[in-house]
């Protein structure tokens, strides 16, 4: 079945689904939109069977590759806290002040949220007698329901078309995730570093640019093996590596997240989807953006064996 048309608003379009039956997600003849394409995540060397996690690139996107929250105004007020990165006037003493800018942790309260995981669909490029991109297989059911909805929204809102099939991709395919851009081992100057995350941060606001700063600069002063950054979906994030430690920190610009600890295999890690790796159940440690991030991440560092 062929959409065209910018969004859904109900589970119609997919009538013709059995209960429990694998649905993909295509845009087919995808060389018609190389502008899109690119917009979507895969850039002009993609080949047969590369496979990402498409960018955060409209509201549906950004629930698929994101945490996301939705409020529930019948439950109380909640009480959070919120980092600030701001100029301020200090007491000096002598009636003198002096301007400090540093992080401040508010405190307020506002209408209870949930979080909830991203969906973490994934997209193949696939070349047959034409290219197209392919979804994952989602299973038709109650409780893909939602997750089926935002991955029709999300490619109609950035494609205009898209088709709900039934036809898995050909196994002959091999599948190759492009998660992550891995440096080679080597010393890694804070200068060099500085200029990509400054390059990932641009579009950040002052907050989460001198968060990812401060947080990165005393992890790579920590010395790691190796860096990678994240691709697509994952654009934002920073893992860096100590496998002698059997360490590998996960580091975001993105507001309401922490920094993720491992002591998985590297191997292991870079296969994880973005709601394994954003779950309670698989990183070792989890330490909040907070004014006293850099204390807690020292305590936690010094502390391991090696």
């Known amino acids: 079945m062929v959409l065209k048309q910018t969004r859904i608003n109900?589970?119609?379009?997919?009538?013709?689904?059995?209960?429990?039956?694998p649905i993909y997600i295509k845009v087919d003849n995808v060389g018609?939109?190389?502008?899109?394409?690119?917009?979507f995540g895969f850039d002009k060397n993609v080949e047969n069977g590369d496979s990402i996690l498409p960018s955060p690139f409209n509201n549906y996107a950004k629930k698929n590759a994101e945490a996301y929250a939705t409020i529930d105004a019948s439950l109380p007020l909640e009480k959070y806290t919120r980092t600030q990165y701001w100029t301020r006037n200090e007491w000096a003493?002598?009636?003198?002040?002096?301007?400090?800018t540093d992080f401040v942790d508010i405190t307020g309260y506002r209408?209870?949220?949930?979080w909830h995981k991203?969906?973490?669909v994934y997209f193949t490029y696939v070349v047959d007698d034409e290219a197209s991109?392919?979804?994952?297989?989602?299973?038709?059911n109650k409780e893909n329901g939602e997750k089926l909805k935002n991955t029709v929204n999300m490619i109609l809102g950035l494609f205009g078309e898209c088709t709900i099939d039934f036809s898995a991709i050909p196994s002959e395919i091999k599948k190759r995730r492009l998660d992550w851009d891995v440096l080679p081992p080597g010393e890694y100057p804070w200068e060099k570093v500085k200029n990509t995350i400054e390059d990932i941060t641009k579009k950040s606001n002052k907050t989460q640019t001198a968060?990812?700063?401060?947080?990165?600069?005393t992890i790579v002063d920590m010395e790691p093996e190796f860096i990678a950054y994240g691709k697509s979906g994952y654009r934002g994030y920073v893992v860096f590596g100590f496998p002698k430690k059997d360490l590998y920190i996960l580091e975001s610009i993105f507001p309401n997240n922490a920094t993720y600890v491992f002591n998985n295999d590297w191997e292991t890690l870079s296969k994880m989807t973005k709601a394994q790796i954003l779950s309670?159940?698989?990183?070792?440690?989890?330490?909040?953006?907070?004014?006293?991030?850099d204390q807690k991440f020292k305590e936690l560092f010094f502390n391991r064996k090696n």
């Open 10 to 21: 109900n589970l119609s379009v997919f009538s013709a689904a059995k209960e429990g039956e």
């Open 32 to 39: 018609r939109f190389p502008s899109k394409l690119k917009i």
């Open 93 to 100: 003493g002598r009636d003198q002040t002096r301007e400090v």
């Open 111 to 114: 209408r209870h949220r949930d």
């Open 118 to 120: 991203p969906y973490s």
């Open 133 to 140: 991109i392919v979804s994952d297989s989602i299973v038709y």
């Open 211 to 217: 968060m990812m700063l401060r947080n990165c600069k």
């Open 280 to 293: 309670n159940e698989l990183h070792e440690a989890r330490i909040i953006h907070s004014a006293s991030w």
